[in-house]
């Protein structure tokens, strides 16, 4: 049999033998009973084997280290003594190892059963292995970092203790607001200390951090990423936001309240000039960073004059004041979006009549009035405050509105013939507010409570023109004719013919046309002039009240006035004429034909 370093090697029970070696290796690591089986050893021969298989194994290991021991000797030139003196004293403990296991081997007595020397083996063998793995992974060089006599800790090399204070340097001074400059002077040691103790580069800038007198570990309160306030306690913090945000939500409800901005409390270093009381923070959070700006409107002033002035537009000062500007009212228009607005104004059939000086003044009169304030930049608040809210409402249906042709009536009349009545629906939207104003809203469901009823109208289809025929405009008593007359004292030529009645009887037209005059004429009193654009004119006098305008489409039997004594007039009448470009015509002669 040829005996190895670990067993001998062929035999049939070798692999059993290994099985105990390697179940005593782990379970009696270096027990007491190994040591007493080897003080009753008697063949030193064995032992003498033992210690060359010791020799060799050592040299082994040192084989195996010799990468690691030429890059150690390689750095020990670049180094200063002080390293070099610790990594001499760490190669020196591992001679000191070696030499102990060697001694150890030798001053083992000579018996010994043949068999248990490679258990003995293999457990000196391990035990260094041991040692080795232990001092190689959980020690290490540190360099310890005095200051002012006082020890600062352990870091891997100077250059990193130096790039942790120029970092240290600048989150001071990004905390503090204000250049801070760190200057340790400190003196290094060099320690065989374990790993564990050796601060990374963040570690030693937390420690550098913590030394300076104006930063404080207190809980602090960012706004997009800026620091703002801190307080003691995270409760102090969290209490005066949740103020905040009850103030929009609705009691009862089931509103998501939350901050437009990115509102963060953590705890941490930060200036001590943060720090703020209950007070001081509610003071802070609930204040406005710029509150509402307005202004006062002046002669002059227009809606496009004031936006400019203030470098906003003009629909953003008509969202900004919501409801301050005036609607048409059915007779004017306003128009606000010019830089001199004009006011048109408009008869019943939608003809304009005439158009209003177009001066600054007057413009301003039509959509703004002096001394009316503008709000012209919206109030910010320090935090802005978002709400998701559903709401549930009903709004009207509007109903449509349907025509149909009357023969009976003229041309841009109109009546109602059924009334259109609105429908109801029911709606659940979802509302985005942001400081209690609507920004958005999204339509989740609807349902139609009440159809609408749509409205029927009549429209008039007889057209408005001259029939070429004259009717009576008032069948009154006929008490003055055409021609020569004698009246108040003196003869006087009458243009035209009088047909009294009862004051506030109809007026009609004779013939249809356009309304040409329209008000007072001297000793006529009120008169209507209607052309009939074909050759003809009628003049309607002494008239109580007008019912027609300038410009105004009338056709025959229309109402045009109402009979009364207006003028030079010796009782309730109507002065009736028919003109021609070559004066008056005897109206008796033409009305029938």
């Not at 760190?182 to 420690?207: A, C, G, R």
């Not at 329209?518 to 006529?524: E, R």
């Not at 009939?532 to 056709?555: D, E, I, P, R």
């Amino acid at each position: 049999m040829t005996e190895g370093m670990v067993g001998r090697i062929g035999c049939p029970a070798a692999p059993r033998r290994r099985l105990r070696l390697f179940h005593s290796i782990f379970a009696r690591w270096m027990s007491v009973r190994y040591v007493f089986i080897c003080t009753k050893a008697r063949h030193t021969a064995h032992l003498r084997a033992l210690s060359n298989k010791l020799n060799i194994l050592w040299m082994l290991l040192l084989t195996s280290l010799v990468p690691y021991i030429s890059a150690v000797g390689k750095a020990r030139y670049s180094l200063s003594r002080a390293r070099a003196i610790a990594v001499e004293k760490v190669l020196d403990g591992l001679e000191r190892v070696g030499t102990g296991l060697r001694n150890t081997a030798v001053a083992i007595p000579a018996a010994r059963p043949r068999g248990r020397h490679s258990r003995l083996n293999t457990s000196l063998l391990f035990s260094a292995l041991a040692v080795v793995f232990v001092a190689v992974n959980f020690f290490g060089v540190g360099l310890e970092v005095i200051v002012d006599g006082a020890s600062l800790g352990f870091v891997s090399s100077q250059r990193e203790f130096e790039q942790a204070v120029s970092n240290a340097s600048a989150k001071a001074s990004e905390l503090l607001g204000r250049p801070y400059a760190l200057y340790p002077n400190p003196l290094y040691q060099f320690s065989l200390v374990d790993k564990k103790l050796i601060f990374d580069q963040s570690e030693t800038e937390k420690m550098l951090l913590s030394t300076i007198p104006d930063l404080r570990q207190l809980y602090v309160l960012s706004v997009d990423g800026s620091q703002v306030a801190a307080a003691q306690t995270y409760a102090e913090i969290r209490d005066v936001l949740d103020r905040k945000l009850a103030k929009y939500a609705e009691s009862g409800s089931e509103d998501h309240v939350s901050f437009y901005q990115d509102v963060r409390i953590e705890q941490g270093l930060t200036s001590a000039s943060l720090e703020m009381t209950g007070t001081e923070l509610s003071k802070l959070i609930m204040s406005d960073i710029r509150p509402a700006v307005t202004c006062t409107v002046e002669s002059g002033d227009t809606l496009k004059s004031i936006a400019d002035s203030y470098g906003i537009s003009e629909e953003t000062l008509l969202a900004m004041n919501p409801g301050i500007f005036g609607e048409s009212d059915g007779e004017t228009m306003r128009v606000m979006s010019v830089s001199e607005p004009y006011t048109y104004s408009y008869d019943d059939a939608g003809n304009p009549v005439h158009a209003m000086d177009s001066t600054p003044e007057m413009s301003a009169g039509g959509a703004l009035t002096q001394g009316q304030t503008l709000v012209v930049g919206e109030r910010i608040p320090f935090l802005s405050v978002c709400v998701t809210r559903q709401v549930s409402y009903s709004e009207p249906i509007p109903y449509e509105t349907e025509y149909v042709k009357d023969d009976d009536m003229f041309e841009g009349d109109s009546r109602v013939v059924t009334a259109g009545v609105e429908g109801e629906m029911l709606v659940s939207a979802e509302l985005k507010l942001l400081n209690g104003d609507e920004v958005e809203r999204t339509i989740l469901d609807t349902v139609v409570a009440e159809e609408p009823v749509s409205e029927v109208v009549a429209q008039g289809t007889r057209v408005r023109y001259a029939l070429g025929n004259f009717i009576k405009p008032y069948n009154g008593t006929l008490t003055s004719g055409y021609g020569n007359r004698y009246i108040f004292g003196r003869w006087d030529f009458h243009p035209g013919v009088d047909l009294a009645g009862p004051t506030g009887s109809s007026i009609v037209a004779s013939d249809g046309g356009k309304v040409i005059f329209a008000g007072w004429q001297g000793g006529y009193g009120n008169l209507v002039i209607i052309d009939h654009q074909n050759g003809y004119k009628t003049a309607y006098g002494h008239c109580s009240k007008l019912l027609v305008k300038v410009g105004q489409m009338v056709a025959q039997r229309e109402e045009i006035a109402k009979v009364g004594s207006t003028g030079v007039s010796t009782g309730p009448h109507v002065h009736f004429e028919i003109r021609t470009k070559d004066g008056t015509i005897n109206p008796l002669k033409l009305i029938g034909k």
